[in-house]
């Protein structure tokens, strides 16, 4: 949505013109690629009901599965390992469960392509919350590459709710009001004038891939394709699989086959020069799971990913074995820390001290980095050993780091008590205690 200017006047016309096309075609893509991550069987139902003939799915039920959400979340794993942020101590006190936040933001971005994140203030717990926004609309200037404001529904939990019965909140650098279905203010006694009351808009956005023609960037439409396939193809599959070991009943030369009754308790008696068999389908299933499986393994390909089938023993590999097999994986995850959620950690920064500096008069500073981890995959407990063994022994760690990685939730007094706790009883003997006396032997005597 482009506007000339940003008077309230030319934000609200934008606003109108858009609520009445906002059932958009893009709209409905991300609501169904929503459907597809969490799995909601209706959804996917209805989806690929228009692919079968009313009468053939009266024989077996529509196989659906989620494997969206299995190869976005085995994908999204920039944060799936806490990164280190060097920042204000007291920015800690403030950010709640932020890595958690941003292991689901960072989901939906692959999934989506573009989404938002807002940054609230939680008056009860005197702590940010951070609100994922799956359907929001930006605001832009002319010739502008980044959104001067946005505008998102409060409740979007059904696309089927009647819009001129919602309400929509408009957030810019320097306004900040509600508006209902109708494109018209909603007076707020708290906030009379509209004024965003932080300087800067609460909401960092996140772009799966580099600035192109549009704006929205093209997500995981090629998973939620295959699994659309493969739903069909499974549905498909079953209808084979009741065929071919029941059968389709054949009859030939048989004019009035209606008064034919079948069962197993029912003599049947045939006409003169008249047949009665069982029809199978000649396809080969093992062929059909192949096929399907081929289709999963090459969107997985295309996204760096590897499958592991259930059918068949997978041969054990080593950590670094799995993570050289990986190594594509590896480089893509790093890339995207660097090129994707650096900026969006940055600016999401930025964000926070702004509310935190007006809702506790605390002013943060100013300096903040983040140091990303690389992807780690599973090691035996020999090479773990050996490595924490050579790590003391070159002084790069110490016994304090082990139980902290093994502790991770544990605190730095809960870790000293461990290691006093542990070192008392390691002592050999207590103070005071009389000393061995040696065995009497020949020699000793003489």
Not at 8 to 30: D, F, P, Q, W, Y
Not at 157 to 164: C, I, M
Not at 240 to 251: C, E, I, N, T, Y
Not at 303 to 309: E, P, S
């Amino acid at each position: 949505m482009i506007i000339r200017d940003l008077t309230r006047g030319s934000i609200l016309g934008a606003i109108k013109n858009t609520l009445n096309e906002v059932e958009s075609k893009r709209t409905r893509e991300r609501y169904t690629m929503m459907n597809y991550y969490e799995g909601m069987s209706s959804e996917m139902e209805g989806d690929i009901r228009k692919y079968f003939d009313s009468d053939s799915l009266r024989q077996t039920p529509i196989m659906t599965e989620s494997l969206t959400s299995k190869l976005v979340n085995a994908r999204a794993i920039v944060f799936k390992q806490a990164p280190e942020r060097q920042v204000d101590e007291r920015y800690n006190d403030y950010i709640g469960d932020l890595d958690s936040a941003m292991l689901r933001f960072e989901r939906m971005c692959y999934l989506l392509g573009t989404t938002a994140m807002k940054s609230r203030w939680n008056e009860e717990e005197q702590q940010m919350d951070y609100v994922p926004l799956v359907e929001f609309y930006p605001v832009f200037e002319q010739y502008s590459e980044d959104p001067a404001g946005v505008f998102y529904p409060l409740y979007n939990y059904s696309t089927k709710l009647d819009r001129r019965d919602q309400m929509f909140a408009y957030w810019s650098d320097e306004e900040h009001f509600l508006v209902n279905g109708k494109g018209e203010i909603i007076k707020n006694d708290e906030n009379p004038d509209g004024i965003n009351p932080y300087g800067v808009m609460p909401i960092v956005f996140a772009h799966r891939q580099v600035l192109t023609s549009d704006w929205f960037r093209e997500g995981a439409s090629d998973i939620v394709s295959m699994n659309r396939s493969i739903n069909i193809m499974l549905t498909e599959m079953s209808l084979a699989m009741r065929l071919q070991m029941l059968g389709q009943p054949v009859l030939t030369s048989i004019d009035e086959a209606s008064k034919i009754k079948l069962g197993a308790d029912k003599p049947l008696v045939l006409p003169e020069n008249s047949d009665f068999r069982f029809e199978s389908p000649g396809g080969n299933l093992n062929q059909y799971i192949e096929a399907m499986r081929f289709f999963v393994d090459s969107v997985a390909y295309n996204n760096n990913l590897k499958t592991k089938w259930s059918v068949g023993k997978e041969s054990m590999m080593s950590g670094e074995a799995l993570k050289m097999s990986e190594i594509d994986l590896t480089e893509s995850v790093m890339l995207d820390a660097q090129m994707v959620w650096r900026p969006v950690e940055d600016d999401r920064f930025k964000i926070d001290r702004a509310i935190i500096e007006y809702e506790t008069n605390v002013t943060l500073d100013e300096e903040y980095s983040v140091d990303f981890t690389e992807p780690r995959f599973p090691e035996s407990a020999n090479d773990t050993r050996l490595q924490w063994e050579w790590e003391w022994k070159n002084g790069l760690s110490s016994k304090r780091d082990w139980y902290r990685a093994n502790n991770p939730d544990a605190t730095e007094d809960q870790i000293s008590d461990i290691i006093d706790t542990v070192e008392s009883e390691e002592t050999p003997a207590q103070e005071g205690s009389q000393p061995t006396q040696p065995a009497f032997t020949l020699r000793n005597s003489l």
